[in-house]
């Protein structure tokens, strides 16, 4: 809108959010003798990059580091993903559940460790907004990593409460994976003040800023027409 000619002034960014009584925040802890646990939450599409999160998996595999991978979604890729997971023989590593419930999808964002969201811009140009799941994880104790991608780096930021890495590149993705893994003590303050981040965003704090943001844009109806401004309004 800025690009087409709307001056700053007039656009305003409210975000979406999540009622956080329904995602309470519990600390994440390593646990001695039991593997890493990844997960993914979302339409298995190209936008949410799935592809390099498990080559990063793969590449951590033959390093030795006892890593799982829990993708939940379902979408037209899924047949390719299965079989790149087949290819790099690693049915024992990664598991492609499927479609679930969203309370399904609680329960895998409680059993996991780290939450993966790869976002990359599509060659067809489709692109994510923030995906909810991240909110949602940040909410719950999850260490995050995700992308330079979009909108996401106005909910994380990197190294403060969560990682961020380019798109498209499995490598750093995996070695955010492993600095976390051998950096449990990191976990923590990643994760508090992840909580921090998604509490300011809070539905009903939101729905009160969005009917001020309304507000703002009313003009008295017997105000000249040639006197009256627009406001825009973008949300993310």
């Known amino acids: ?23 309470p925040y519990r600390p994440r802890r390593a646990r001695s003798g039991q593997p890493l646990r990844l997960v993914s939450v979302g339409r298995l599409v190209e936008k949410k990059g799935i592809e390099y999160a498990i080559n990063a998996v793969a590449e951590l595999s033959r390093e030795g580091l006892d890593v799982t991978y829990e993708v939940v979604g379902d979408g037209p890729l899924k047949p390719d993903l299965q079989r790149r997971v087949a290819q790099m023989e690693l049915a024992s590593r990664v598991r492609l559940v ?13 059993r996991a460790d780290i939450l993966l969201a790869p976002c990359v811009r599509a060659f067809d140009g489709d692109e994510e907004g923030i995906p909810n799941v991240l909110r949602e994880g940040m909410a719950v104790g999850v260490p995050v990593i995700s992308t330079f991608h979009s909108g996401i780096p106005e909910l994380v930021t990197d190294g403060l409460n969560g990682y961020l890495v380019p798109e498209r590149d499995s490598v750093a993705l995996g070695d955010r994976i492993r600095h976390l893994a051998r950096n449990p003590d990191l976990w923590l303050p990643l994760t508090t003040e992840a909580r921090r981040t998604v509490a300011e965003d809070d539905i009903e704090g939101l729905n009160d800023r969005f009917v001020a943001l309304l507000h703002g844009v009313i003009r008295p109806t017997a105000a000249p027409a040639a006197s009256r401004s627009s406001s825009f309004l973008f949300a993310r």
């Open 1 to 23: 809108m800025i690009q087409l000619g709307c001056p700053n002034s007039r656009v305003k960014v409210h975000h979406t959010g999540i009622n956080l009584r329904r995602f």
């Open 98 to 110: 499927g479609w679930r419930t969203h309370t399904e999808v609680r329960e895998a964002l409680d």
